[in-house]
């Protein structure tokens, strides 16, 4: 089993030409900006493997209550009532270039780090919830138990805010998102990751050349996450 | 000041007093309890969700800042407007102002998911967010609001007096503005993102402020046994019912720009037709609205004082009903990521988003209340506060509005 | 009277106090090698080193620096009997025998894993 996952990511390595990990030490720059492109076209409706892939990497054990369980990416049935043609996707947090999330923390938990990723700064959120309000895409989840059996790579507790990281952890060491992984892996490859600011990136070249969306784009928080087929 | 008014000395320790402070305590204590047993278990024990994320707490924490900032209207009106009769009630106002204020930060920071953190959310600032300058105009608020009743008590200070009472006025103009912008600035959500929230939220601070300070002067009145005079309740009858007036205009202002935009007829059909509209018809505009402005100015069937305590009581329930279809029914309603489009998920995409108040929740809310109703009793029995009723010759016409 | 009531409670305290003082905690036996600062400057300034790298480490996006909340976890959990390791803040255990003593409650463990990765995904 072990030889096998690995023999897939190298696969999926050498297809999608992935972030090359920082050294140690270094500070993540804005030189790049991690984005990402989905084919919604290659979405199932019963499809959640990157749904399922997310809760397990980050150790999102549900409680069985849907409403408060945190969720970091879901996905959304679309139907057009006029038309009838209906779509799936996948959303979670659009890594905006100017998120709201960002201009609304009264302490500056919320954060968009050098290369474009937004995280939350759980050692200085309050938990007031009030970038949950803010999020045009309700990317956001409070912690409203005591969590146990955390990642160590993702520290996540009871009153602070959370959301989809960009699998930051994997991605500092060179790695991409377990969504576009797994979607890849298991499904039809809908999700593509790399870096938006890299020219000779696959992510760059297919948006430079295909026509993408990217959703409530008239709010204009340029956001990193685009779509096709919606 | 020319006239000289006498300040009441409130005997403490009285049965009376006693059993006040000791019912507003009991609420106080209960308040607690329940933030414990919403702290220590977390939040999945209230109504909030990560769909409806702010619930009953912020209803009256939302109340009792906004009505803080009204409160402190009359001080104004005598101050700033040089407007004598309303001079003797400058103390109370002040102190209810701080009261309430304190009773509504204190519901919202034992609220947080992390309040613990109070002291990093009074050091760590982003000064782009409009609820860091909240947090920095409601400090600042005591302060100044401290300093004018200081210049209003010691007469070492006096000469302060006008300078400290247009601070506070301006002061609070700007508070309240930065109370309806929590919601203004929010443009991703159809029921808040417009710029009228700010206007909107001072006539509702002039309006719930005004309530709350008749009913807090007709209550003192009862309880010492000096109630006001027919004559300064009358004015500030007629006061309630124009500022209930203005609120009703804003809210309508708001409705119809809403109603004119095709994209914003989902919204508006869900606030004034869908589970919240008898809230908003029946709460906030009839009771909260046409009733006040037809007791202030529709004629004399009873006497002043008990159309006043009556227009108060309900301008204060339908300011209730007002913030709750804001701040609650806002959230009911989904985000709008894919406009034209039925949408389902299984994150509360595209439906309706459930919200009930626990008993929790509530107790914490009225604790507020009861928190800023001992910080007025503390106040008025350590300092002259509550004025008493000065002589003024009464207007003894027939009916007198 | 009072005097005298003062002075009982006076002997109490100081008896109670002096068997507390011999109670140093005792900490369990780190796995790793040696740690990265000697254990008197650890004893002192790990709480700054911990609060300057965090912020080094989520908001630049520093990687592998030399104090790291996740290390020390790696290294001074201990394991049961059966290889499960034993979170670090459980009684007895490396973090909460030293914070019992000083009478210290740490943050930290609301929210960070207080059990190393199993080594199977660490190797990832």
């Avoid at chain 1, 500070?27 to 199932?44: F, H, N, V």
């Avoid at chain 1, 050349?209 to 956001?223: F, H, K, M, N, V």
């Avoid at chain 3, 740490?106 to 995904?121: I, L, M, N, R, S």
């Amino acid at each position: 089993m072990n030889r096998r996952s690995m023999i897939l990511a190298s696969g999926a390595v050498l297809i999608a030409t992935p972030a090359l990990a920082r050294q140690p030490g270094q500070p993540a720059s804005a030189i790049q900006r991690w984005g990402l492109l989905i084919d919604t076209s290659k979405c199932s409706a019963d499809c959640t493997i990157c749904v399922d892939a997310c809760k397990a990497e980050m150790g999102l054990n549900g409680h069985g209550r849907p409403e408060t369980d945190a969720q970091y990416v879901r996905k959304i049935d679309i139907k057009d009532p006029a038309t009838g043609a209906a779509h799936s996707l996948p959303v979670m947090c659009q890594h905006c270039a100017k998120p709201a999330c960002v201009d609304v923390c009264p302490t500056g938990a919320s954060m968009k780090r050098a290369d474009g990723i937004v995280l939350v700064d759980r050692h200085i959120c309050i938990g007031c919830r009030y970038c949950m309000m803010a999020c045009p895409y309700k990317a956001r989840s409070f912690a409203h138990e005591e969590q146990s059996g955390q990642k160590p790579y993702l520290p996540r507790g009871k009153g602070t805010v959370e959301g989809c990281t960009l699998c930051v952890h994997r991605v500092d060491a060179g790695l991409e998102p377990v969504c576009v992984e797994s979607c890849r892996a298991k499904a039809k490859g809908a999700m593509l990751f790399g870096d938006l600011k890299d020219p000779d990136s696959d992510i760059a070249k297919r948006v430079a050349r295909e026509a993408t969306t990217r959703i409530r784009a008239d709010l204009g928080l340029e956001p990193g996450v685009r779509y096709q087929g919606i | 000041m020319t006239m000289r008014t006498d300040y009441l000395d409130i005997k403490p320790y009285t049965k009376g007093w006693l059993t006040l402070v000791a019912g507003l305590g009991v609420m106080v204590a209960v308040a607690l309890f329940a933030v414990h047993h919403m702290e220590s278990q977390g939040h999945w024990v209230t109504g909030m969700s990560n769909q409806v994320v702010w619930g009953m707490p912020h209803v009256f924490a939302i109340f009792l800042i906004v009505a803080a900032s009204g409160a402190l209207n009359i001080a104004s009106i005598g101050s700033v407007f040089g407007r004598e009769p309303y001079q003797p009630f400058a103390r109370l106002s002040g102190l209810l102002a701080m009261a309430l204020l304190a009773g509504g930060l204190a519901v919202l920071v034992l609220d947080l998911g992390r309040p613990d953190r109070l002291f990093v959310a009074m050091t760590h600032f982003n000064f782009k967010s409009i609820f860091a300058w909240n947090v920095i105009l409601y400090s600042g608020f005591f302060a100044v609001v401290g300093f004018y009743l200081w210049t209003m008590m010691d007469w070492r200070v006096e000469r302060f007096y006008k300078p400290a009472a247009l601070l506070a006025f301006l002061w609070r103009l700007i508070l309240t503005t930065g109370t309806g912008c929590i919601f203004g600035f929010l443009m991703a959500r159809e029921a808040y993102g417009a710029a009228v929230m700010a206007p909107l939220f001072i006539a509702m601070s002039f309006a719930y402020g005004l309530a709350v300070f008749i009913l807090v002067l007709a209550a003192a009145g009862r309880m010492t046994g000096q109630a006001p005079t027919e004559e300064s309740l009358g004015r500030l009858l007629r006061l309630l019912g124009l500022f209930a007036a203005a609120n009703l205009y804003f809210v309508a202002i708001h409705h119809l720009t809403q109603l004119y935009a095709a994209e914003r007829g989902g919204v508006e059909a869900f606030i004034l037709s869908g589970p919240y509209s008898p809230l908003f018809w029946i709460g906030q505009v009839a009771l909260g609205g046409v009733a006040p402005l037809l007791i202030a100015f529709g004629g004399c069937a009873h006497q002043r004082r008990r159309r006043a305590v009556m227009a108060s009581a309900l301008t204060i329930l339908g300011g209730l009903s007002q913030v709750y279809v804001l701040v609650i029914g806002g959230q009911a309603w989904p985000l709008n990521l894919f406009p034209g489009m039925d949408v389902s998920s299984a994150f509360g995409d595209g439906s309706l988003h459930a919200y009930a108040p626990t008993l929790a929740e509530t107790a914490l809310g009225l604790g507020g209340v009861a928190i800023a109703g001992l910080i007025l009793v503390a106040g008025a029995t350590a300092f002259g506060i509550l004025p008493a009723p000065a002589p003024l010759p009464e207007l003894a016409t027939k009916c007198d509005t | 009277m009072l005097a005298r009531l003062l002075l009982v409670v006076m002997l109490m305290l100081a008896g109670g106090t002096a068997a507390q003082a011999t109670d140093l905690p005792s900490l369990p036996k780190a796995r790793g090698g040696t740690c990265i600062e000697a254990p008197a400057t650890m004893r002192r300034e790990h709480p700054d080193m911990l609060k300057h790298q965090r912020d080094d480490t989520l908001r630049l996006g520093i990687r592998g620096a030399k104090a790291s909340l996740k290390d020390c976890v790696a290294c001074h959990a201990t394991s049961a009997a059966d290889g499960t390791s034993i979170p670090v803040n459980a009684p007895g255990q490396f973090c909460q025998s030293c914070h019992a003593y000083a009478a210290v409650k740490p943050d930290c463990f609301e929210c960070h894993a207080t059990t190393p990765a199993p080594v199977k995904e660490a190797a990832r």
